[in-house]
């Protein structure tokens, strides 16, 4: 499905069904990793064969946090989702990852944006920030009730970027090669409920970085030619990575003078937003020519 953001709506959904509770639009049955049952607390109830979470189950207090049951194994793509199920409100409710080191209850009586509160996390707040070592940076459009939010790590390049409603919001965060990584949900709203919808991975090779330059009809002979190839070409990572390689020229222009004005906040360990691997694609181009007039 393809849905355009509205700014005149706070926010997006991916779907116009009215019961989101029963509502299965963009989710799919491919779960490598779910939430953990050993975060089912008071604060936290897990359900739908711990897939869904509901958070604060009464009052809240404080900041209720919940991880993955694995780890992110290192070179390799993983792509998770999650689709918001009540209204989002509150101090803040947030996507994102963390390492082991990262303390879940240590906010359980505080009231906080708690993912990338610290070193040991990195988060995407539904105000539309993102935060790591307690910096903020605008990065995208709020989300809300109905929105699905996608996550994409990519622990060989080291970079994390987020999805919404399966848009690209561009690179959030760069330096996390050397990170060992949790995926991680957290909320300080009552009643607030999110949905884990897809969770998948594949190992890094040449082969998934061909799937950003490849057609449509591409895919499909090579599906049909090369049936070893299915998992790949017919995988969500082949639409994931197509979108940063099906800009127009005017938009690639546009692309371009954005990146002549800005640099990289390495410091932050933050990459700007519209950071996309076209205009990597791009200098890779030019510098292979440069060599060759050289010659």
Not at 73 to 99: A, F, P, Q
Request: with cysteine.
């Amino acid at each position: 499905m393809d849905f355009e953001y509205n700014p005149m709506w706070p926010y997006a959904r991916f779907c116009d069904c009215i019961s989101l509770t029963s509502c299965r639009c963009g989710e799919n049955n491919v779960h490598e990793w779910t939430w953990d049952k050993g975060n089912d607390t008071y604060t936290i109830v897990l359900s739908e064969n711990n897939l869904k979470v509901k958070f604060h189950n009464g009052h809240s207090y404080g900041t209720a946090v919940v991880r993955g049951t694995n780890i992110l194994e290192k070179n390799r793509h993983h792509y998770w989702e999650v689709k918001m199920l009540s209204c989002i409100y509150g101090t803040d409710v947030m996507v994102g990852v963390g390492t082991s080191n990262v303390n879940l209850n240590s906010a359980e009586r505080d009231f906080c944006s708690f993912l990338g509160r610290d070193n040991e996390s990195f988060g995407f707040s539904y105000h539309g920030y993102i935060q790591h070592a307690g910096k903020k940076r605008n990065y995208g459009a709020c989300f809300g009730q109905g929105s699905l939010i996608g996550v994409y790590l990519d622990t060989w390049r080291g970079t994390l970027e987020f999805f919404l409603n399966r848009k690209p919001l561009g690179i959030a965060f760069t330096g996390l090669k050397d990170f060992a990584l949790y995926p991680m949900v957290c909320s300080t709203a009552a009643y607030s409920m999110m949905r884990l919808t897809h969770s998948c991975s594949v190992p890094a090779s040449l082969s998934v970085s061909c799937l950003s330059v490849l057609k449509s009809s591409h895919r499909t002979y090579l599906s049909t030619m090369i049936p070893g190839l299915r998992y790949l070409t017919q995988s969500i990572f082949a639409d994931i990575l197509k979108t940063h390689s099906n800009r127009d020229d005017e938009d690639e222009k546009d692309q371009l003078e954005f990146l002549t004005n800005y640099v990289i906040l390495d410091d932050f360990d933050f990459a700007l937003v519209g950071m996309g691997r076209k205009r990597k694609k791009i200098c890779k181009f030019e510098d292979v020519h440069n060599r060759h007039d050289l010659e």
